[in-house]
Protein backbone atom coordinates (compact mmCIF):
# COMPACT_ATOMS: atom_id res chain seq x y z
CA UNK A 1 0.00 0.00 0.00
CA UNK A 2 1.37 3.25 -0.96
CA UNK A 3 1.89 5.68 1.51
CA UNK A 4 2.33 9.84 1.25
CA UNK A 5 4.00 11.99 4.12
CA UNK A 6 3.07 15.01 4.90
CA UNK A 7 4.19 17.83 7.12
CA UNK A 8 1.33 19.17 9.17
CA UNK A 9 1.08 22.56 9.92
CA UNK A 10 -2.14 24.82 11.84
CA UNK A 11 -3.65 27.56 10.83
CA UNK A 12 -6.30 28.97 13.35
CA UNK A 13 -7.02 26.23 15.09
CA UNK A 14 -7.26 23.81 11.55
CA UNK A 15 -4.70 21.23 10.51
CA UNK A 16 -3.38 21.47 7.09
CA UNK A 17 -0.85 19.07 5.53
CA UNK A 18 2.12 19.49 2.85
CA UNK A 19 3.26 17.26 1.22
CA UNK A 20 6.62 16.33 2.39
CA UNK A 21 8.38 16.66 -0.88
CA UNK A 22 8.07 20.11 -1.19
CA UNK A 23 9.31 21.07 2.03
CA UNK A 24 13.10 22.64 1.82
CA UNK A 25 12.89 23.47 5.62
CA UNK A 26 10.81 24.98 8.34
CA UNK A 27 12.22 28.29 10.53
CA UNK A 28 11.34 30.39 12.81
CA UNK A 29 10.46 33.88 12.09
CA UNK A 30 13.16 36.45 11.97
CA UNK A 31 13.04 39.78 10.30
CA UNK A 32 11.10 39.97 6.89
CA UNK A 33 11.99 42.97 5.22
CA UNK A 34 8.84 44.67 3.88
CA UNK A 35 9.09 45.88 0.16
CA UNK A 36 7.79 49.42 -0.88
CA UNK A 37 4.66 49.16 -2.83
CA UNK A 38 4.66 45.70 -2.70
CA UNK A 39 1.39 43.04 -3.24
CA UNK A 40 -0.72 42.16 -0.07
CA UNK A 41 0.20 39.15 -0.94
CA UNK A 42 3.66 39.58 -0.11
CA UNK A 43 4.97 40.08 3.80
CA UNK A 44 8.38 40.80 2.67
CA UNK A 45 11.15 38.93 2.01
CA UNK A 46 14.10 36.91 4.59
CA UNK A 47 17.51 36.48 3.26
CA UNK A 48 18.29 32.31 4.08
CA UNK A 49 21.82 31.26 3.40
CA UNK A 50 22.58 33.49 0.38
CA UNK A 51 18.68 33.23 -1.65
CA UNK A 52 16.06 35.78 -1.11
CA UNK A 53 12.81 34.02 -0.40
CA UNK A 54 9.58 36.12 -0.62
CA UNK A 55 7.12 35.10 2.39
CA UNK A 56 3.46 35.09 2.28
CA UNK A 57 1.48 35.04 5.61
CA UNK A 58 -1.03 31.78 4.73
CA UNK A 59 -3.52 32.36 7.70
CA UNK A 60 -4.09 36.27 6.00
CA UNK A 61 -4.39 34.38 2.92
CA UNK A 62 -7.10 31.70 3.87
CA UNK A 63 -8.86 33.71 6.86
CA UNK A 64 -7.69 37.37 6.81
CA UNK A 65 -6.31 36.99 9.77
CA UNK A 66 -2.57 38.08 10.36
CA UNK A 67 -0.28 35.22 11.87
CA UNK A 68 0.85 36.52 15.29
CA UNK A 69 4.48 36.05 15.84
CA UNK A 70 4.35 33.72 18.45
CA UNK A 71 7.02 31.30 20.18
CA UNK A 72 5.31 28.58 18.05
CA UNK A 73 5.07 30.30 14.44
CA UNK A 74 7.16 28.92 11.93
CA UNK A 75 8.11 29.64 8.18
CA UNK A 76 8.11 26.91 5.80
CA UNK A 77 10.32 27.07 3.22
CA UNK A 78 8.89 25.51 -0.21
CA UNK A 79 10.04 24.95 -3.19
CA UNK A 80 7.28 25.29 -6.20
CA UNK A 81 8.33 24.05 -9.21
CA UNK A 82 11.52 26.05 -9.90
CA UNK A 83 10.46 28.92 -7.51
CA UNK A 84 11.27 29.10 -3.54
CA UNK A 85 8.91 30.61 -1.09
CA UNK A 86 8.25 30.85 2.45
CA UNK A 87 4.94 30.30 3.84
CA UNK A 88 4.17 31.70 7.37
CA UNK A 89 1.76 29.12 9.67
CA UNK A 90 0.94 29.45 13.14
CA UNK A 91 3.14 25.95 14.39
CA UNK A 92 4.05 22.82 12.54
CA UNK A 93 3.68 19.56 14.62
CA UNK A 94 4.61 16.27 13.05
CA UNK A 95 5.21 15.18 9.64
CA UNK A 96 2.21 12.35 9.27
CA UNK A 97 1.56 9.35 7.03
CA UNK A 98 -1.47 8.52 4.88
CA UNK A 99 -2.20 5.74 3.02
CA UNK A 100 -4.87 5.71 0.41
CA UNK A 101 -7.54 4.34 2.59
CA UNK A 102 -6.87 7.18 4.46
CA UNK A 103 -7.13 10.03 2.01
CA UNK A 104 -10.38 10.48 0.85
CA UNK A 105 -11.28 13.46 -1.52
CA UNK A 106 -13.38 16.58 -0.75
CA UNK A 107 -17.16 16.34 -0.94
CA UNK A 108 -18.63 18.23 -4.15
CA UNK A 109 -19.99 20.97 -2.52
CA UNK A 110 -17.15 21.84 -1.07
CA UNK A 111 -14.20 21.28 -3.92
CA UNK A 112 -15.79 24.64 -5.88
CA UNK A 113 -15.01 26.69 -2.92
CA UNK A 114 -11.06 24.88 -1.87
CA UNK A 115 -9.86 24.64 -5.25
CA UNK A 116 -9.22 28.47 -4.74
CA UNK A 117 -7.11 27.58 -1.52
CA UNK A 118 -5.56 24.66 -3.25
CA UNK A 119 -7.30 21.95 -0.61
CA UNK A 120 -7.71 18.59 -2.74
CA UNK A 121 -8.46 16.43 0.04
CA UNK A 122 -8.77 14.95 3.53
CA UNK A 123 -6.72 13.17 5.49
CA UNK A 124 -8.01 10.77 8.41
CA UNK A 125 -6.67 9.08 11.09
CA UNK A 126 -9.31 7.91 13.18
CA UNK A 127 -11.16 11.20 14.34
CA UNK A 128 -8.65 13.27 13.28
CA UNK A 129 -8.49 15.63 10.11
CA UNK A 130 -6.02 16.85 7.79
CA UNK A 131 -6.91 19.27 4.83
CA UNK A 132 -4.52 18.71 2.60
CA UNK A 133 -2.90 21.00 0.65
CA UNK A 134 -1.63 21.45 -3.00
CA UNK A 135 0.64 24.88 -2.63
CA UNK A 136 1.01 24.92 -6.77
CA UNK A 137 -2.98 25.67 -6.73
CA UNK A 138 -2.98 28.68 -4.04
CA UNK A 139 -1.18 30.77 -5.78
CA UNK A 140 -2.85 32.26 -9.50
CA UNK A 141 -0.32 33.04 -12.54
CA UNK A 142 -0.29 36.49 -11.61
CA UNK A 143 0.17 35.43 -8.02
CA UNK A 144 3.55 33.53 -8.83
CA UNK A 145 4.70 35.98 -11.39
CA UNK A 146 4.34 38.51 -8.37
CA UNK A 147 6.74 36.41 -5.91
CA UNK A 148 9.41 35.43 -8.63
CA UNK A 149 9.44 39.36 -9.45
CA UNK A 150 9.81 40.13 -5.64
CA UNK A 151 13.53 38.05 -5.73
CA UNK A 152 14.45 39.18 -9.21
Known amino acids: MVEHQFVVFSLSQEEFGLAINLVREIIQPQKIMKLPQSSELIEGIVCLRGLVIPIVDLKKR ?13 I ?3 DLGGW ?7 GVSEVLRFNEKEVTSLPPFVQRVSAACGLYAIGKLG ?5 LLDLTQVFSGEEKNLLQKAVN
Open 76 to 78: IIV
Open 62 to 74: FYGVITENLATTR
Open 84 to 90: TVGIMVD
Open 127 to 131: DRLVL
